[in-house]
């Protein structure tokens, strides 16, 4: 059944819903602020994992984004994009299709989180004509992948790199995912000032050292989520959840409840007063708990969107437990009967995207405009 042109309540549940003019509103805001900066956005694709998430990332121009998985390369350089990095550790298993990458787009980067990774590419010879060419992945204390920013490594790797035949050096890489664990909003600020200064003075450091470096920048969704001018001192930033938000977010400050542009649909199925509950159809195969922290209620799984009384408190495979966030509070079972809709704000919006085929894109009306289909697999 073609969904385009009818209400997001005609639709079946549950269902992943986008709204398009937020999605909108999120990337221009991204990319004003790297204009403003006057440095590049190169946008994380791993929340949305679509074409259509990609062009608005891009601001239409299809050039410089950076995925979490081979299969969104590959869907990106199908469909016209260039200058893809692939952010995500190398190892010798990826061989084969980044060298069809490599062959096939003009620019398509990759991530290097050690020496052993520079190796093995320089034992492999690129495709006629390229180089392997990479950006290293450093660690400004997110405790991930990557070199610690002080370390010597990092200077011999990247002189490892530029004596190699078959690469080619194009900068450093921070995530700066440490900026979860703020509990403020200038928390988050000085993650991101820190982690800016590590990274510049890396870039200084090679420099010194008589090593090129073409690009340094960091990027996560709370630390590029306020202006700065420190920014000015990058030459990129590469944040990604942004473009949907979700409830984390919010509680970071990165972003008001009204941002947020990706949430679960789901329908009730039933009251039961007695235990001050409604069961909806939305499970655990439909919202994720992933990377749950801090919420407004300890049981909160997902607050309700318009019902700020009510959250998502439990859930099996299917079905989802709804109760009152106040222990005293009580639930209006009037305003819901069975079948009627709810709207579910995730705490973590690419993982609870990443449990559905299709993402219903509506206009502020809830008009379906858009199907859009995220590539899944690796
Ligand atoms: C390597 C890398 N770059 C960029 C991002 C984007 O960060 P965020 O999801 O906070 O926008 C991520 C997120 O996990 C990442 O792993």
Redesign the pocket.
Known sequence: MSYIGKHISSLATPAFIVDKEKVEKNCRRMLDLAKSNGIHLRG?T??HKTVEGGIAQTGGTKRKV?T?TLVECEMYADQGFDDILY??PFIQSHLERVFALTERLEEFHL?VANQEACQMLEQSAPPEGKLWSVFL?VDCGNA??GVWWEDDEAVDIVKFIQGCQNLTFQGI?A???N??GAHSISEVERVRDSSVEMMVSLARKLKEAGLECPHWGV??????SHASNRFENLTEI?????VFYDNQ?VGLGSCGLDDVAGKVLTRVLGHYPKRKQMLVDCGFTAITKQGIGSQAHPKMIAPVDDHQDLMLSNMTQEIGFVEPIAPEGSIDFSLHPVGSLLKLIPYHS?ASAACHPTYYVHDSQGIIQELWTPCRGW
Request: net charge positive; hydrophobic share 15%; glycine share 14%.
């Open positions: 994380q791993k929340t950076v979490s952010g995500f991530m992945k991930r992948a890489y995530h700066c995912g900026s979860y990027g996560s969704t709370p630390s590029c590469h944040p990604g959840n942004y977010q690419c």
